[in-house]
């Protein structure tokens, strides 16, 4: 594992431009995929830029996300899904901890509200693909929400699956290695809002905005507002403040690049702190993470090049079924996800504020 660069503190989130990738020189590609590994390896978030996703598409994204936001409190509640395992639709203030997909506890629910919508079963109608994997999305009747949230939702999940060729570059892999983990891959669009209406009383200390956790699944693309709140833990043990640069989309890895690498690439903690302004008052804030998170019976084991002679791959195999079934009973269902060790005891080791 390498180290971060930080200069005065501040951690060094590389941006990486990827405009050359198509059709670029052998020696560009190359360029490229390395700084993605470097990038990969020492913080596990990086900032993309040359992403080719045009400014009108997220302004027209964002405009979308506003306008659900906006709803009011019981039309929204009316778009929550069946059961908690249901990973769509509505998710109020207060109501899930994220802390818990790694199975530690946190004081309070987190304040985000979030509307999730994903990859569906009927999207693939001959793999027959079970609807409690892939159920089906709860639109809310806002004339273009459903057009413009599709149109993200392909221009980010192209952008993912571009990565994971890039990525199977820097790892020495086939060009099309990660193709049969994704073919039906389990993709997740979760928009997030944090605010606070103006008579809720101080926070606490301990109230985070989205608790302590890493992204489950292979890569995230993380469209965010320039606002403050959002910090990954170092290598050391340290939080650090992330905005995105002008221009750039977040990108960060999850667990399933952290497992099949046995750690050589970080699925890195990150939280996102109550955004306040100079005088503590809670500010609205916007994210949305698109999780490209791989096809629900892909079998997940460590990369044989990646595990030292003589010794045994870090992390236990896994199906991405199951590994989101525990996540995801944590955080949304409030059952502590006892099979993330490693990644809790990086947080339990985290230095305070
Ligand atoms: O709000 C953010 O910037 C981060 C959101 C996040 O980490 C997530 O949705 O998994
Ligand atoms: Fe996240």
């Known amino acids: 594992m390498g180290r971060a660069t930080a200069v005065n503190g501040v951690l060094d989130v590389p941006v990486i431009d990827i405009s050359a990738w198509a059709d670029g020189t052998a020696a560009d590609r190359a360029g490229i995929a390395g700084e993605i590994d470097r990038a990969a390896r020492t913080v596990g978030f990086m900032q993309i830029q040359g992403h080719g996703i045009a400014d009108a598409a997220a302004h027209a994204f964002a405009a979308a996300l506003d306008a659900f936001f906006a709803l009011p409190m019981d039309e929204k509640k009316a778009l929550r899904a069946p059961s908690p395992d249901v990973n769509r639709g509505y998710t109020p203030p207060r109501t899930e901890k994220l802390s818990l997909s790694l199975g530690v506890p946190a004081a309070a ?23 409690a994997h892939y159920p089906a999305n709860i639109w809310p009747a806002l004339p273009g929400f459903r057009e413009a949230v599709e149109e993200w939702c392909t221009q980010a999940g192209g952008l993912a699956r571009r990565l994971t060729g890039i990525f199977a570059h820097a790892l020495g892999l086939p060009a099309d290695h990660f193709a049969p983990f994704t073919d039906h891959s389990l993709d997740v669009l979760r928009m997030n809002h944090y605010l606070l209406p103006e008579r809720e009383v101080p926070l606490d200390r ?64 990150h939280r996102v702190l109550p955004p306040t302004d100079a005088t503590g008052r809670v500010v609205r804030r916007r994210s949305a993470a698109f999780f490209h998170d791989g096809n629900w019976d892909a079998e997940i084991s460590c990369l044989p090049g990646c595990v030292p002679a003589g010794t045994e791959p870090l992390y236990p195999p896994t199906t991405v079924g199951r590994h989101l079934a525990e996540k995801l009973g944590g955080s949304r269902a409030g059952k502590p996800n006892a099979n993330s060790p490693r990644e809790a005891a990086r947080l339990r080791a985290a230095k305070g504020d």
Do not use: K
């Open 206 to 269: 301990d109230q985070m905005g989205m608790g302590a956790h890493t992204d489950y699944g292979i890569v995230t693309v993380l469209w965010a507002d320039r606002v403050p709140g959002l910090q990954i833990l170092d290598t050391d043990g340290r939080w650090h403040d992330v905005l995105p640069e002008p221009g750039c989309l977040l990108v960060n890895l999850g667990d399933l690049l952290a497992r099949w690498t046995n750690d050589r690439w970080l699925s890195t903690l």
């Open 109 to 131: 629910e987190d304040l985000f509200e979030a509307f999730n919508v994903g990859a569906e079963a009927a999207a693939y109608p001959d793999l027959a693909l079970p609807a």
